[in-house]
């Protein structure tokens, strides 16, 4: 057999997104596609064979930097959250160089600091949320000490899409002189887009870091993650000698890295600016209340009221309901605590998606 037809056949075992309700994911836009062909054999890990690239980049993070209320920004396309999150952690740490280091994070942070705590070896605090799933200051407060390297804030949980006070935890960090990361992956491209926006991001004068992700609300092509330090200083303490390369120094994790991530993620912002983003943004959130609505109508009650586009429902029944949507290529998630079915209204969850869902949920519930 032809290895195209073979490789065809592995993809047909994948479910389409068209029944995918719990990804942060999306199909790329097709521009980002164009842009991510253009770029397939570029390798940002060598930069002086890819100058083009490495302006392109430049370019897009003055433009993300933009979208973050920062003139002046410093970081790098990475392979995602992940990645954004540990070396914004490890930056901070390096900043701050304490022997013992610890961060205090929100218990609703995603378990990429369980990673971070076992690779840098930083003690991680888990500050408890209040009923409303947003951080409790004064339980951050308590944990700060001056061992503390880093507070973390998140502008879109992974599991309800909540925003934690950053303002009041800025000011907090900013007594404190404590590097403050904010953990915006998925809420880095929304939050910036939806009527009244909360000020999640550098506008806050103790915010040092930020992980914004254009694989998920950016519709780029995977991987595309993305960190922005305010200064300079903060990714010049991420950098390792290169000896043998273009280049004398490197501050990434990874060594080869694409740069598909980069002109997929500059294409779609650039290409569609502000209001076509906005128009994307207001769409999902305009199917996260049809979700809503048809969800209420079966009874369920959500956990909060959704403040983006992921939405939770309370349900002592979520890991049956899920399984038994699987078995029918249908894909949700749930969360532990309340137990609930979750869910991330992306661009390609239409409302034609949420209609057909709900067909199927019918039949199970
Ligand atoms: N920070 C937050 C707030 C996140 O939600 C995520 C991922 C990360 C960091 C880590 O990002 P990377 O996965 O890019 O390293 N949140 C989703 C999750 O883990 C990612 C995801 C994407 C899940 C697609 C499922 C899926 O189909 O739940």
Same mark, same amino acid.
């Given at each position: 057999?032809?290895?195209?037809?073979?490789?065809?056949?592995?993809?047909?075992?994948?479910?389409?997104?068209?029944?995918?309700?719990?990804?942060?994911?999306?199909?790329?836009?097709?521009?980002?596609?164009?842009?991510?062909?253009?770029?397939?054999?570029?390798?940002?890990?060598?930069?002086?064979?890819?100058?083009?690239?490495?302006?392109?980049?430049?370019?897009?993070?003055?433009?993300?930097?933009?979208?973050?209320?920062?003139?002046?920004?410093?970081?790098?396309?990475?392979?995602?959250?992940?990645?954004?999150?540990?070396?914004?952690?490890?930056?901070?740490?390096?900043?701050?160089?304490?022997?013992?280091?610890?961060?205090?994070?929100?218990?609703?942070?995603?378990?990429?600091?369980?990673?971070?705590?076992?690779?840098?070896?930083?003690?991680?605090?888990?500050?408890?949320?209040?009923?409303?799933?947003?951080?409790?200051?004064?339980?951050?407060?308590?944990?700060?000490?001056?061992?503390?390297?880093?507070?973390?804030?998140?502008?879109? %949980?992974?599991?309800? *899409?909540?925003?934690?006070?950053?303002? #009041?935890?800025?000011?907090? =960090?900013? @007594?404190?002189?404590? $590097?403050?990361?904010?953990?915006?992956?998925?809420?880095?491209?929304?939050?910036?887009?939806?009527?009244?926006?909360?000020?999640?991001?550098?506008?806050?004068?103790?915010?040092?870091?930020?992980?914004?992700?254009?694989?998920?609300?950016?519709?780029? %092509?995977?991987?595309? *993650?993305?960190?922005?330090?305010?200064? #300079?200083?903060?990714?010049? =303490?991420? @950098?390792?000698?290169? $000896?043998?390369?273009?280049?004398?120094?490197?501050?990434?994790?990874?060594?080869?890295?694409?740069?598909?991530?980069?002109?997929?993620?500059?294409?779609?912002?650039?290409?569609?600016?502000?209001?076509?983003?906005?128009?994307?943004?207001?769409?999902?959130?305009?199917?996260?209340?049809?979700?809503?609505?048809?969800?209420?109508?079966?009874?369920?009650?959500?956990?909060?009221?959704?403040?983006?586009?992921?939405?939770?429902?309370?349900?002592?029944?979520?890991?049956?309901?899920?399984?038994?949507?699987?078995?029918?290529?249908?894909?949700?998630?749930?969360?532990?605590?309340?137990?609930?079915?979750?869910?991330?209204?992306?661009?390609?969850?239409?409302?034609?998606?949420?209609?057909?869902?709900?067909?199927?949920?019918?039949?199970?519930?």
């Amino acid at each position: 057999m032809d290895v195209i037809e073979e490789l065809k056949r592995y993809r047909e075992m994948d479910i389409p997104y068209s029944r995918v309700l719990s990804s942060m994911c999306t199909t790329p836009h097709e521009i980002a596609v164009k842009a991510h062909e253009l770029f397939i054999n570029t390798n940002l890990g060598d930069p002086g064979i890819f100058p083009g690239t490495v302006e392109l980049e430049k370019k897009l993070i003055e433009i993300i930097g933009d979208i973050l209320h920062c003139k002046t920004p410093f970081g790098y396309i990475c392979s995602g959250g992940t990645e954004a999150n540990i070396q914004g952690i490890r930056s901070a740490r390096n900043v701050k160089a304490r022997k013992e280091p610890n961060i205090v994070i929100p218990m609703t942070a995603h378990f990429s600091f369980e990673k971070i705590c076992d690779i840098l070896r930083v003690e991680v605090r888990r500050a408890r949320v209040d009923e409303n799933y947003k951080v409790d200051v004064s339980e951050v407060e308590k944990l700060v000490d001056e061992n503390t390297v880093a507070i973390v804030g998140i502008a879109g %949980t992974t599991e309800l *899409g909540q925003i934690d006070p950053i303002v #009041e935890l800025s000011k907090l =960090a900013e @007594e404190k002189d404590i $590097p403050m990361h904010v953990d915006a992956a998925f809420g880095g491209l929304v939050i910036p887009f939806m009527d009244n926006p909360y000020p999640f991001d550098f506008i806050n004068k103790a915010v040092t870091s930020i992980t914004i992700d254009p694989h998920k609300m950016g519709m780029a %092509t995977i991987p595309a *993650g993305g960190l922005v330090f305010r200064e #300079e200083r903060f990714l010049r =303490a991420l @950098e390792v000698e290169t $000896p043998y390369l273009t280049s004398k120094m490197q501050f990434t994790l990874t060594g080869t890295r694409p740069g598909t991530g980069v002109a997929s993620a500059y294409a779609v912002l650039k290409s569609l600016g502000y209001r076509g983003m906005k128009r994307i943004v207001d769409e999902c959130l305009r199917n996260t209340r049809v979700l809503l609505e048809e969800m209420s109508s079966l009874g369920f009650e959500p956990v909060i009221e959704p403040v983006m586009n992921v939405v939770a429902f309370k349900t002592e029944s979520a890991e049956e309901i899920k399984a038994e949507l699987y078995r029918r290529r249908w894909v949700i998630s749930t969360i532990r605590n309340p137990k609930a079915i979750r869910f991330v209204v992306m661009p390609h969850v239409t409302e034609e998606v949420i209609k057909n869902f709900i067909a199927e949920l019918k039949r199970v519930i």
